[in-house]
Structures are given as structure tokens and as C-alpha cells.
């Protein structure tokens, strides 16, 4: 089945102002969407990031693509790396590490395998997960995602979450967010306090909840020895530690002393750094991300590697949408060696682009779609809306470190700041 057409469609919908180690979201995230249509009218959908250097990136490709078989993944694959050729670093849209021209490729392409997936599914009447091999569970479980945040954007307008600075204050939004959704797991977004305060946070998110399983991801923001005393302290407490410090050296340091496994998304973020970091013992999870390991299949195949090298896999999360979290769910859904609960942004959000109804949470868990694909439908009119706000917040890039620095003027980036 032939593609007819790839349309590309840049969108926005409002974010808190959410703190990190880089500085504080703006008011807007930024997304893609991308609909190939086929011959016979199928329609497959893909998400990804909306900055205006991967949409450039982005487009070149989706102008290649009429007439391509959407079963012809191997070909598609050539056709980005033909294109795209050594393009520009078109990935540096967060906080994740190692940016790269092979990692933008890996992430075009990934846009686009997630969207031939979905109509491939649909052509064969069957799931994306079982195009992936089946499923391993029926839901996916997913973890509450706590951030430090400011109580208002610069426009004054205060959001429904309020200020969150104090420990007191994470354990409310921890309260509503599981009550809300159901976790049964809990992730707190540090490097952004000095690090005795956010360890003062985490020891009342185990007082608070008692069982659930607690992480912390300060992006870097710390030194190794500190990550050391951190750890020393949050002994017993933590599932895991993720990105303490930055670099495979400082985190194999840091892991030859704690006694909880180390994770990472920003050490680890392509098969080349894979050797390094197993080898130096620098990790002991790794998390996945469709959007930048180049796609679900090869995000299966870092399964493979971590599972036959005794190392975790979870799944990191950005600012996304439901074509993601569908993505993800299927992709969670038949890797089995992925065995801690998924991060996930979803709860910060108050708008998509697809119908209702495909996706809930339910005792902090998605269960798989059932129909055909992705399992999901868009929303022509909401698309219209997100892509609206698009333009109109003029918005073309995120850049959480320049918008920090009109709260705090001379803000700089907290990596190994402490």
C-alpha cells in the first residue's frame, strides 16, 4: 500500500511553569503531529517534538514520501539518512544529552516508523503491539511525575497546581496527582533546590506514601560526591537515582557507592554509548524513548542489549500528547523486559489533538487499545486549535534557560552546580 501523502502539523497547548535544572517551561509546549494518508484513504498518526529546526528536518522528509510502500520500513529508514544527510543537530530540545546528527536522524525517523506502524496496523486489522511481537501485559503502568514549579507564568495568571517549593507542597501535588490518577509509583523532578532540600522532599514522599516506589532526577545538577552523600542518605528509599550527575565517569563513580541502581537518559541516549557506560558500570537502568532511540523497534532492540547485559529499562517522557502515550503504551506493552512503571507528562496537560475515550488512566495504568493500529482517532478540530495556538504564541523553540532568566536574572543552568 502506497503513501498518497505526508502532512506535517506544528501545534502548542499551554504548560505550568514546571522548574529543572535548565530553568522553567514556558506556557507553551511544542509538538508535531504527522498524518500519512494512503491510496485507499488509511490514515496513520505520528508525534513528535514541534521545534522549528526538527520541523525543517521533518518536512524534507515528508516531501519524499508519496508513492513509498508504508510497509517498507528498511526504505524509509534510507530515505531519512538520504535526506537528511549530515543535517544540522535538530534534537536539542530539552533536557537530554549527547545531541547529535545521528540522533536527529534517529528521531525523524522514528516520527515517521511510529505513523507507518499505525497504518500498517490498521490495513491488517491488527494492534501496533502485536506488529511488535504481542503483548507482555495487557496495561501499562505509569509513574506520578512531581515537579518544583512557580505558582504563575509572567502574565500573572496562576495555574490550577499552585507554587511548589517546599516539601509540604510536593507531597499535595503527589496527593493529587495519585488520587487523581491512581500511581502507585512517584518521580520527582530535582536540580532545581539545593539537594538537601529536595532529599528533606523525597524523605516525606516515603513518609506520605508508604510502598510506593520513589525516584528522583535532578538532570545533572549535581556533583558526584554529593550525588554520594545523596544517595548514602535516600538509602532504602529510592528505586532508583537517575542522572545525579553529569557523564558516564561521574555516574560510574557515583554507582560504585550507592546502593541503589542509577538510571539514565542523558548518558545513555544512542547505541554508541551503550559499551562505555555497561562496561564502566556507570548504569543500571536505562530509559527508553521512542522519540530519540528511532523508534519502537529499535527501542526493543535497547531491550534486548540491556536485558542480556543485567541492566533495567524504563521509559522517559517530554511534554506530549495522545499519539505518544499511545506509541508508548504499545511499545511498553510488548517489550517484557521493561519492568518499572513508564514516565509520563500527561497529568500536566489540559488539552489534546485526538478524540476521547482511547486512552485512561486507571489505577495509575493504560490499558492496551484494542482496535486496529494505535488504537486512536484525531480530532481534526482539536488539531486545528493546537496548531492556532501554535501560531499565535510565537513559540518556535523551547528554552527553558532564557525564560528562567526573566524570573531570576542571572540565572544559569544548574548542571553539577551543586
Same mark, same amino acid.
Given at each position: 500500500?502506497?503513501?498518497?501523502?505526508?502532512?506535517?502539523?506544528?501545534?502548542?497547548?499551554?504548560?505550568?511553569?514546571?522548574?529543572?535544572?535548565?530553568?522553567?517551561?514556558?506556557?507553551?509546549?511544542?509538538?508535531?503531529?504527522?498524518?500519512?494518508?494512503?491510496?485507499?484513504?488509511?490514515?496513520?498518526?505520528?508525534?513528535?517534538?514541534?521545534?522549528?529546526?526538527?520541523?525543517?528536518?521533518?518536512?524534507?522528509?515528508?516531501?519524499?514520501?508519496?508513492?513509498?510502500?508504508?510497509?517498507?520500513?528498511?526504505?524509509?529508514?534510507?530515505?531519512?539518512?538520504?535526506?537528511?544527510?549530515?543535517?544540522?543537530?535538530?534534537?536539542?530540545?530539552?533536557?537530554?544529552?549527547?545531541?547529535?546528527?545521528?540522533?536527529?536522524?534517529?528521531?525523524?525517523?522514528?516520527?515517521?516508523?511510529?505513523?507507518?506502524?499505525?497504518?500498517?496496523?490498521?490495513?491488517?486489522?491488527?494492534?501496533?503491539?502485536?506488529?511488535?511481537?504481542?503483548?507482555?501485559?495487557?496495561?501499562?503502568?505509569?509513574?506520578?511525575?512531581?515537579?518544583?514549579?512557580?505558582?504563575?507564568?509572567?502574565?500573572?495568571?496562576?495555574?490550577?497546581?499552585?507554587?511548589?517549593?517546599?516539601?509540604?507542597?510536593?507531597?499535595?501535588?503527589?496527593?493529587?496527582?495519585?488520587?487523581?490518577?491512581?500511581?502507585?509509583?512517584?518521580?520527582?523532578?530535582?536540580?532545581?533546590?539545593?539537594?538537601?532540600?529536595?532529599?528533606?522532599?523525597?524523605?516525606?514522599?516515603?513518609?506520605?506514601?508508604?510502598?510506593?516506589?520513589?525516584?528522583?532526577?535532578?538532570?545533572?545538577?549535581?556533583?558526584?560526591?554529593?550525588?554520594?552523600?545523596?544517595?548514602?542518605?535516600?538509602?532504602?528509599?529510592?528505586?532508583?537515582?537517575?542522572?545525579?550527575?553529569?557523564?558516564?565517569?561521574?555516574?560510574?563513580?557515583?554507582?560504585?557507592?550507592?546502593?541503589?541502581?542509577?538510571?539514565?537518559?542523558?548518558?545513555?541516549?544512542?547505541?554508541?554509548?551503550?559499551?562505555?557506560?555497561?562496561?564502566?558500570?556507570?548504569?543500571? +537502568?536505562?530509559?527508553? @524513548?521512542?522519540?530519540?532511540? &528511532?523508534?519502537?523497534? *529499535?527501542?526493543? =532492540? /535497547?531491550?534486548?542489549?540491556? #536485558?542480556?547485559?543485567?541492566?533495567?529499562?524504563?521509559?522517559?517522557?517530554?511534554?506530549?500528547?495522545?499519539?505518544?502515550?499511545?506509541?508508548?503504551?504499545?511499545?511498553?506493552?510488548?517489550?517484557?523486559?521493561?519492568?518499572?512503571?513508564?514516565?509520563?507528562?500527561?497529568?500536566?496537560?489540559?488539552?489534546?489533538?485526538?478524540?476521547?475515550?482511547?486512552?485512561?488512566?486507571?489505577?495509575?495504568? +493504560?490499558?492496551?487499545? @484494542?482496535?486496529?493500529?494505535? &488504537?486512536?482517532?484525531? *480530532?481534526?478540530? =482539536? /488539531?486545528?486549535?493546537?496548531? #492556532?495556538?501554535?501560531?499565535?504564541?510565537?513559540?518556535?523553540?523551547?528554552?527553558?534557560?532564557?525564560?528562567?532568566?526573566?524570573?531570576?536574572?542571572?540565572?544559569?543552568?544548574?548542571?553539577?552546580?551543586?
Amino acid at each position: 500500500m502506497r503513501i498518497r501523502r505526508a502532512a506535517l502539523t506544528p501545534v502548542a497547548f499551554a504548560d505550568p511553569p514546571l522548574l529543572n535544572a535548565m530553568g522553567v517551561h514556558e506556557p507553551y509546549a511544542l509538538r508535531s503531529v504527522l498524518v500519512l494518508t494512503l491510496e485507499d484513504g488509511i490514515t496513520g498518526l505520528g508525534e513528535s517534538y514541534g521545534d522549528e529546526a526538527f520541523l525543517t528536518q521533518a518536512h524534507k522528509v515528508a516531501a519524499e514520501l508519496t508513492g513509498r510502500d508504508v510497509f517498507d520500513l528498511p526504505g524509509l529508514r534510507r530515505t531519512v539518512a538520504r535526506v537528511l544527510g549530515g543535517a544540522v543537530h535538530a534534537d536539542e530540545h530539552g533536557l537530554t544529552g549527547g545531541f547529535s546528527a545521528g540522533k536527529t536522524l534517529a528521531s525523524v525517523y522514528s516520527l515517521f516508523e511510529v505513523a507507518a506502524l499505525d497504518a500498517q496496523g490498521q490495513l491488517l486489522g491488527r494492534p501496533v503491539s502485536d506488529l511488535l511481537g504481542g503483548r507482555a501485559r495487557d496495561e501499562v503502568e505509569f509513574s506520578a511525575y512531581l515537579f518544583y514549579k512557580y505558582g504563575a507564568h509572567l502574565d500573572g495568571e496562576p495555574d490550577d497546581w499552585g507554587e511548589v517549593l517546599t516539601p509540604d507542597a510536593v507531597v499535595e501535588e503527589a496527593r493529587r496527582m495519585t488520587d487523581a490518577y491512581g500511581f502507585r509509583s512517584v518521580k520527582l523532578k530535582g536540580g532545581v533546590l539545593p539537594p538537601d532540600q529536595e532529599t528533606e522532599a523525597v524523605e516525606a514522599l516515603a513518609d506520605a506514601f508508604p510502598g510506593h516506589p520513589l525516584r528522583i532526577d535532578p538532570n545533572g545538577a549535581w556533583k558526584p560526591d554529593t550525588a554520594i552523600e545523596v544517595a548514602r542518605r535516600l538509602d532504602g528509599v529510592l528505586e532508583y537515582l537517575e542522572d545525579p550527575t553529569p557523564g558516564i565517569a561521574g555516574m560510574a563513580r557515583v554507582a560504585e557507592r550507592a546502593s541503589m541502581p542509577l538510571a539514565t537518559n542523558m548518558c545513555v541516549v544512542g547505541f554508541p554509548d551503550i559499551e562505555p557506560a555497561f562496561r564502566g558500570g556507570a548504569v543500571g +537502568v536505562v530509559l527508553s @524513548d521512542h522519540h530519540f532511540w &528511532g523508534g519502537l523497534r *529499535d527501542t526493543q =532492540a /535497547l531491550s534486548t542489549t540491556c #536485558e542480556s547485559f543485567g541492566i533495567g529499562l524504563s521509559m522517559h517522557s517530554n511534554s506530549h500528547l495522545g499519539i505518544s502515550l499511545a506509541a508508548m503504551v504499545h511499545l511498553a506493552a510488548a517489550t517484557p523486559h521493561l519492568g518499572y512503571a513508564c514516565d509520563t507528562h500527561w497529568p500536566w496537560k489540559s488539552s489534546d489533538v485526538l478524540a476521547p475515550g482511547a486512552l485512561e488512566f486507571r489505577d495509575g495504568a +493504560v490499558k492496551v487499545p @484494542d482496535r486496529p493500529g494505535l &488504537g486512536v482517532e484525531l *480530532d481534526p478540530d =482539536a /488539531l486545528a486549535r493546537a496548531h #492556532e495556538t501554535y501560531l499565535r504564541c510565537g513559540l518556535r523553540k523551547r528554552d527553558d534557560v532564557s525564560y528562567m532568566r526573566r524570573f531570576v536574572g542571572a540565572f544559569e543552568a544548574n548542571t553539577e552546580r551543586w
